[in-house]
C-alpha cells in the first residue's frame, strides 16, 4: 500500500539553525500539507500545497517558514532560524485531488530544539 | 474560523465492550466534511471513519461508526467490539469544502484505553 515517507524520524538541532524536514507524499497525490503537534497539544495546520504554490498557510506560518517541492517527489518545511518553541512532532499529509478524498499522514519527524 | 472540541481527554474500555467518544464542532459552514483519525503510539496518523454532512446517513466501517448531529453539530464515534489494538489517541477533524486548501481542524483528542 503506498505512504507517506518522512525523514528523518527524528532531529535535534541547536537553536538558531537552519532545518529541513524532508517528506515524500503518495505519488500521484496532488495536495500536499504540513502539520505539527507540540507534546500534549492539538495537531495544528501550518500549511497546505497545491500546483507548486502555497494555497493556504496559517498564522504559524510566518517568514521563519517554507516549503518547497525541488523535483516532483520530494516536499520540504524549512525552518530557517529554529526556536525553542519549534520542538513538536511535524506531520506530512498528502491526498489526490478532488474534495472528498482524504489526507494520509506520513509517520512524523519529532524535531527538537535545544 | 471552525473550532472543533473533544471534550473526554481520556476514557477506558473493557475488551469486547462498546465504547462512544465525543466531538463537537462550531462552523457557519452547511458543506463540509468529518473525520475520525486515530493515532497510535507509532504516531501515525490512520483515517478511521469520514462522514460528508450532506448525507443524512451515518457512516460505518466495520466496528466503527458515527452518530452525525448536523444540528447539533456533534459527530461522535462509537466504537464495537473494543480491541486492544483499539488503545491509541483519537482525533475528530473538520474540513471545509469552501476554502482554497482545504486542510483539517483537529480537536483536542481523547485517548482511548482498552482493558483486557
Known amino acids: 500500500e503506498p505512504e507517506v515517507t518522512q525523514t528523518p524520524s527524528h532531529q535535534v538541532t541547536q537553536m538558531g539553525q537552519e532545518v529541513i524536514l524532508r517528506c515524500v507524499p503518495i505519488?500521484?497525490?496532488?495536495?500536499f500539507y504540513w502539520y505539527r503537534q507540540i507534546l500534549g497539544q492539538k495537531v495544528e495546520f501550518l500549511v497546505s500545497?497545491?500546483?507548486?504554490?502555497?494555497?493556504?498557510k496559517s498564522e504559524i506560518f510566518d517568514d521563519q517558514f517554507s516549503v518547497e517541492r525541488p523535483d516532483g517527489s520530494n516536499f520540504t518545511l524549512k525552518i530557517r532560524s529554529t526556536k525553542l518553541e519549534d520542538s513538536a512532532m511535524y506531520f506530512c499529509?498528502?491526498?489526490?485531488?478532488?474534495?472528498?478524498?482524504?489526507?494520509?499522514f506520513g509517520q512524523g519527524t519529532r524535531l527538537t530544539v535545544v | 474560523a471552525q473550532t472543533v472540541t473533544q471534550s473526554q481527554p481520556e476514557m477506558s474500555v473493557q475488551e469486547a465492550e462498546t465504547v462512544t467518544l465525543s466531538c463537537t464542532y462550531d462552523?457557519?459552514?452547511?458543506?463540509?466534511?468529518l473525520f475520525w483519525y486515530k493515532q497510535p503510539p507509532s504516531r501515525q496518523m490512520i483515517l478511521v471513519i469520514r462522514?460528508?454532512?450532506?448525507?443524512?446517513q451515518n457512516a460505518t466501517e466495520n466496528r466503527f461508526s458515527v452518530n452525525f448531529q448536523k444540528a447539533a453539530k456533534s459527530f461522535s464515534l462509537k466504537i464495537s467490539d473494543s480491541q486492544l489494538g483499539d488503545a491509541a489517541m483519537y482525533f475528530c477533524a473538520y474540513r471545509s469544502r469552501n476554502n482554497a486548501g482545504n486542510m483539517l481542524t483537529f480537536g483536542g483528542g481523547t485517548r482511548l484505553m482498552v482493558k483486557p
Open positions: 499529509a498528502s491526498r489526490l485531488l478532488g474534495d472528498a478524498t482524504e489526507a494520509f
Open positions: 462522514q460528508e454532512a450532506y448525507k443524512q
Open positions: 500545497f497545491y500546483n507548486n504554490e502555497i494555497s493556504e
Open positions: 505519488s500521484n497525490h496532488l495536495y
Open positions: 462552523t457557519s459552514e452547511s458543506d463540509y466534511y
